[in-house]
């Protein structure tokens, strides 16, 4: 069974750089599209983006010019980075494996980060 | 990109079948077999429940089912159960090869 499990800092000041670390266990990240999903308090999903097992990379949108998402192949772990965090950033953050049919098939637990001085 | 556009609320009694929607465009929804619906509990983080539109994971309850027409998806749960009370969440892949997410619908069992 795949286990997925974020782990960072749980509070980060405004304009610095949020930074999350997902370690997978049950399976290698070699294989799959691996990607983050954030959820402010009391809000829905927001997909950030996701990686490839090759490195290949793509984003939301509207958080691109902030998010890198990178691997560590020999860790089995990925991670992101969002830059420039201001309190809309505070949300609760999920790491998540996706399937090649494109839905997220196993899920993190989540952990929260909340944006304040 | 927009966010996926479904009912803020639904509710049922026990034993009653609800439906959700999840409102997209041609670029979404209407464009690809790819939208998968997700089940939250309070605290807890979220369930597949429904992928490729109509298809249940192992181990999900036959009383889910999923469609599409056109650029709405649907979700429907027949024989409402308390467990059922949650939030539900639809995604579908895009025309960028990126994701979106549903805006959520709280599911209310009476």
């Known amino acids: 069974q795949v286990q997925l499990q974020e782990s960072g800092p749980g509070l980060v000041k405004p304009s610095e750089t949020l930074s999350l670390t997902c370690t997978v266990s049950?399976?290698?990240?070699?294989?799959?599209?691996w990607s983050w999903i954030r959820q402010p308090p009391g809000k829905g999903l927001d997909w950030i983006g996701y990686i490839y097992y090759s490195g290949s990379t793509n984003y939301n949108p509207s958080l691109k010019s902030r998010v890198t998402i990178s691997k560590d192949t020999s860790k089995n772990q990925f991670s992101l980075k969002l830059s420039s965090v201001t309190a809309a950033d505070t949300a609760v953050y999920y790491c998540?494996?996706?399937?090649?049919?494109?839905?997220?098939?196993?899920w993190g637990q989540g952990t929260l980060v909340t944006v304040s001085s | 990109q927009s966010a996926l556009t479904q009912p803020a609320s639904v509710s049922g009694s026990p034993g009653q079948s609800i439906t959700i929607s999840c409102t997209g465009t041609?670029?979404?929804?209407?464009?690809?077999?790819?939208v998968s619906w997700y089940q939250q509990h309070p605290g807890k983080a979220p369930k597949l429940m429904i992928y490729?539109?109509?298809n249940r994971p192992s181990g999900v309850s036959n009383r889910f089912s999923g469609s599409k027409s056109g650029n709405t998806a649907s979700l429907t749960i027949s024989g409402l159960q308390a467990e059922d009370e949650a939030d539900y969440y639809c995604s579908s892949y895009t025309s960028n090869s990126t994701y979106v997410f549903g805006t959520g619908t709280k599911v209310t069992v009476l």
């Open positions: 041609s670029s979404d929804v209407g464009g690809y077999k790819y």
């Open positions: 049950g399976g290698s990240i070699s294989r799959y599209y």
């Open positions: 490729d539109v109509s």
């Open positions: 998540a494996r996706v399937q090649y049919d494109f839905f997220f098939e196993y």
